[in-house]
């Protein structure tokens, strides 16, 4: 195996331990107020880095079950070459940014064919009076990108209201700039459509396997002690083995359940794990 875990599976014999439901969770079932309150959700957002460095690590990371948000800075796109090297005199955020786009969609097509793809442009503040020559220039590569390339035109998100295939925002102006606002507003959709019944984060999920990922979570965080519970390192990798043996703990002894809770939980970007 291949796995972060670094561990041989083991023979795991079926138990009949019995494994109970958290007594908060037995009363809201009971009084029957599961639906009249909204569970909160909370996204986690990964930051890769950009540089050429961390390019051979991105496909550890990149799974359908996530939306995705491009960022290509408008300035740089005032490059007369846009595929040649850096100047001497530019930093490193205006690496050719249409090799940099190129590989961000493409990579992602590839390791996550079914995610959704938001282009964002910023520095618009950068470009004055350059705005259409700017737009029409990011617009072209992302067009021809995609017909290059079938499949991305099914995941790149369209801004309907801009007539663009990438949403421009001013940074200096935040949360005034219409440009973040109407992104604002595409997440929330995107994020919403993949939360419902057929999106990605719709899945319902055991509770065993809710249970193992909460626990996991803590290992990852450690405690000093002062949460009225033993002091614990934190953990970053673990031995499939004592993974196995927190299984057997919420009532999961079936191996390949336990594998597939796994392949899920690095789906969803709690852990990282390889069979």
């Known amino acids: 195996s291949s796995s972060p875990f670094a561990a041989a599976v083991d023979d795991v014999a079926p138990s009949t331990a019995a494994t109970k439901m958290p007594i908060d969770l037995v009363m809201k079932l009971i009084d029957g107020d599961e639906a009249e309150e909204e569970e909160p959700v909370m996204l986690k957002t990964w930051d890769f880095g950009g540089q050429r460095e961390y390019y051979v690590m991105h496909h550890l990371f990149l799974t359908n079950r996530g939306v995705y948000l491009v960022i290509t800075r408008l300035d740089a796109w005032l490059r007369s070459d ?38 964002v442009g910023t520095h618009t503040d950068k470009i004055k009076g350059s705005e259409t020559e700017v737009y029409a220039r990011v617009e072209q590569e992302i067009v021809r990108l995609m017909e290059k390339v079938p499949g991305v ?9 801009a007539g663009l295939c990438f949403f421009p925002v001013d940074n200096s102006r935040s949360a005034t700039d219409p440009g973040i606002l109407a992104l604002r507003t595409c997440v929330d959709r995107e994020v919403a459509d993949a939360l419902g019944p057929q999106g990605v984060f719709g899945q319902e999920l055991p509770l065993s396997w809710v249970q193992l990922r909460e626990m996991l ?4 965080e ?46 969803a970007g709690s852990i990282v794990f390889f069979d």
């Open 82 to 119: 846009l595929d040649g090297p850096p100047k001497e005199d530019e930093d490193e955020a205006f690496n050719p940014p249409l090799e940099a786009l190129t590989f961000w969609l493409s990579s992602i097509h590839i390791h996550a064919p079914d995610a959704m793809v938001i282009i």
């Open 153 to 161: 035109e099914r995941q790149v998100v369209v801004n309907a209201d």
């Open 222 to 267: 450690g405690s000093n002690g002062d949460d009225g519970i033993l002091p614990m390192t934190a953990m970053f990798v673990m031995p499939l083995t004592k993974v196995q043996d927190l299984a057997r703990e919420v009532g999961l002894h079936d191996e390949s359940e336990l594998v597939a809770c796994l392949q899920f939980l690095h789906n």
């Open 217 to 220: 979570e803590d290992c990852a």
